[in-house]
């Protein structure tokens, strides 16, 4: 397993952007698949976004396609998610999660070995 740290959340008028980061301990974190989910409240936690260990492929939840981006940077054992054009629906603690060694892409909070503590990201109307 790997120990997972966000940051980068905050508050944000609707329209606005934010840049989150997670990251990991460990020199193996080219192995892990790395995802990003998010909960609000009284909601189930639910998928945003994932970056596969392998071939740099990326998967997003619908809700989120063309808005978001993940992107990692393994020398820095750190995966991002660029959230631009922010909605006051977009509102919830933001999750990073990391399923692996060697396992790829998963939609299911269940598939994640590893999860961060969160952070909250605020949007305003």
């Known amino acids: 397993q790997v120990q997972l740290v966000e940051s980068g959340g905050g508050s944000v008028q609707a329209g606005g952007s934010l840049r989150l980061s997670c990251t990991a301990s460990?020199?193996?974190?080219?192995?892990?698949?790395l995802g990003w989910f998010r909960q609000a409240p009284g909601k189930e936690r639910e998928f945003v976004a994932a970056?596969?260990?392998?071939?740099?492929?990326?998967y997003y939840a619908d809700s989120v396609k063309g808005q978001f981006t993940i992107s990692r940077d393994n020398a820095k054992n750190t995966v991002y998610l660029q959230m631009n054009s922010l909605k006051p629906e977009d509102s919830a603690v933001y999750y990073c999660?990391?399923?692996?060694?060697?396992?790829?892409?998963?939609?299911?909070?269940?598939?994640?070995?590893?999860w961060g503590q969160g952070t909250q990201v605020t949007v305003s109307p």
């Open positions: 999660a990391a399923r692996g060694p060697y396992r790829g892409y998963s939609a299911s909070t269940r598939e994640y070995d590893s």
């Open positions: 460990g020199s193996t974190f080219s192995r892990y698949t």
């Open positions: 970056a596969s260990w392998n071939g740099n492929r990326t």
